[in-house]
């Protein structure tokens, strides 16, 4: 069974710049999610969808982040201009069912480096 | 409020030595589920084990296993016989009331 894919792995820009991330997630998971990892601590969720809907984008900064999953398969996180403060790993994850208690299954990530 | 503490941010051991990584957590809900993960150097979360609140018995898998006491709020992770391929983060985490609490992780060093 294919894992969750993320790209692209790794991206460099400078400040203001946009940048876009994809995430599959394994074939037949309702449930995606997106997390920001800065070095050295947890992931903090930033959004949560089952099918194409969102279930929680609370910590999501709607300001300049946004994601969406279109039909409900793979998704996209944008963020739309970076700052310094954006430089973090960018992991996705699915599970298979609705949402909680479910056991969330993690793509590569995605390194992204703000200068 | 709920919260996972790992107090050990590094450990470092040599080769073949067992060694267990800490888990402390706090919940009201009497259901819920605590998982490991682990994250080698390439930054992939690997999914170690997933226990319900109700399951209190300990698993093994391997040279790993993972004990559950409900009466002090723990979920200890050890590994027996370590190897330099256990070298990682490894983070436990708390689904509780539909949210998943991470802990800050524990970065596991092991010296051949």
């Known amino acids: 069974e294919a894992g969750v894919a993320q790209s692209p792995r790794y991206k460099i820009i400078e400040k203001r710049q946009s940048v876009a991330f994809w995430c599959n997630p394994i074939?037949?998971?309702?449930?995606l999610y997106w997390y920001q990892q800065i070095l050295g601590q947890g992931p903090k969720l930033l959004i949560q969808?089952?099918?194409?809907?969102?279930?929680?984008d609370s910590q999501l900064p709607k300001d300049r982040f946004s994601a969406e999953r279109l039909k409900g398969v793979d998704s996209t996180l944008k963020i739309q201009p970076a700052k310094l403060e954006d430089s973090a790993v960018y992991l996705c994850?699915?599970?298979?069912?609705?949402?909680?208690?479910?056991?969330?299954?993690f793509g590569p990530g995605t390194r992204l480096l703000v200068l | 409020a709920q919260k996972v503490t790992q107090a050990q941010t590094e450990i470092s051991v040599v080769e073949k030595e067992d060694v267990t990584l800490d888990c402390v957590y706090e919940?009201?809900?009497?259901?819920?589920?605590l998982f490991w993960y682990k994250q080698p150097p390439s930054g992939e979360l690997v999914f170690l084990i997933r226990r319900n609140s109700f399951d209190e018995q300990n698993e093994i898998s391997g040279r790993y296993s993972w004990n559950f006491q409900k009466s002090t709020s723990s979920f200890n992770f050890t590994i027996t016989a370590s190897q330099v391929v256990d070298s990682a983060v490894y983070f436990c985490?708390?689904?509780?009331?539909?949210?998943?609490?991470w802990g800050a992780g524990t970065k596991l060093i092991i010296k051949p």
């Open positions: 985490a708390l689904d509780s009331n539909y949210q998943l609490i």
């Open positions: 994850a699915s599970s298979l069912g609705g949402r909680g208690q479910e056991t969330q299954y």
């Open positions: 919940t009201r809900d009497t259901t819920y589920y």
């Open positions: 969808f089952q099918n194409n809907g969102v279930v929680d």
């Open positions: 074939s037949g998971h309702a449930t």
